[in-house]
């Protein structure tokens, strides 16, 4: 019980990133319809980030505790497209690309808010293998906690918004990866396995539960990360101190 209750700060942290990356996966999809052609989702106000007008409760949950999840999936009328297979594949497209958008975005705010950071920390922690010190007077200094806490929040984004992508790309559905697949399967085929469309997801989510797919999609997120941290030149040094920094100091639970 308490392991649970001690991973609620953390959570609540997550919590801004996880809501504007699913409102904008979702507003994403209705955007690329209605440039498209459809203009279903913007006639029932679902081109918006409002994350009210698009969270799904049991997908919030599955991002809170296995860092995937999804939204109420916006409606999309493929035959207000000119070319449906192309165009549907698209709009399902439009999602998972935004979230790798906002994981670069994130990944570049990260990058300026170490700045002040490295300025601030100069001198004042010292990193030794996996073994680190800092210095008393860097922990009681606010404006370090307050660029801290903001910068985990970032790195914390950054994940979500990644594993979100990849977890969209799976060819199952009602994952967009399924949809994009529309593209390349036959008609019948296709629509034949959206026929189990329910008991697929079913049993995707026990699966899910189980931990085996959050392996796969850990080793894709942490390799994009590298590249991304190797880009932007990241102090990892610094951003592990900042992290630990941050962990140890929120508030735990004991007996």
């Not at 953390?10 to 203009?39: C, R």
């Not at 165009?87 to 670069?104: E, T």
């Not at 660029?147 to 950054?158: E, H, T």
Request: charged residues 10%; contains cysteine.
């Amino acid at each position: 019980m308490f392991g649970f209750l001690n991973d609620i700060p953390m959570m609540l942290l997550a919590l801004p990133a996880i809501l504007l990356s699913l409102s904008v996966h979702e507003a994403a999809h209705g955007l690329a319809a209605y440039k498209l052609g459809d203009d279903t989702a913007k006639n029932l106000g679902r081109l918006t980030l409002n994350p009210m007008k698009h969270i799904n409760l049991f997908g919030f949950i599955s991002m809170l505790l296995f860092n995937v999840g999804w939204a109420n999936p916006v409606p999309i009328n493929s035959r207000n497209f000119k070319n449906p297979r192309r165009d549907m594949a698209i709009s399902a497209a439009a999602g998972p690309l935004s979230n790798l958008c906002l994981s670069v975005i994130f990944t570049i705010v990260l990058r300026l808010v170490l700045i002040p950071l490295e300025s601030i920390s100069e001198g004042l922690y010292i990193v030794s293998g996996d073994r680190y010190y800092i210095d008393p007077a860097l922990q009681e200094n606010g404006t370090f906690l307050v660029l801290s806490l903001f910068a985990v929040m970032l790195y914390l984004g950054i994940a979500l918004n990644l594993n979100l992508m990849f977890f969209n790309l799976i060819p199952l559905p009602p994952l967009d990866g399924s949809r994009i697949a529309y593209v390349f399967l036959p008609a019948d085929l296709y629509f034949k396995i959206m026929r189990y469309e329910r008991y697929i997801m079913i049993a995707f989510i026990a699966l899910l539960a189980t931990g085996i797919i959050s392996v796969p999609l850990g080793a894709l997120t942490g390799g994009i990360t590298n590249i991304f941290y190797t880009v932007t030149g990241m102090p990892e040094d610094l951003l592990t101190i900042v992290i630990s920094n941050i962990i140890n100091s929120l508030p735990t639970f004991s007996i």
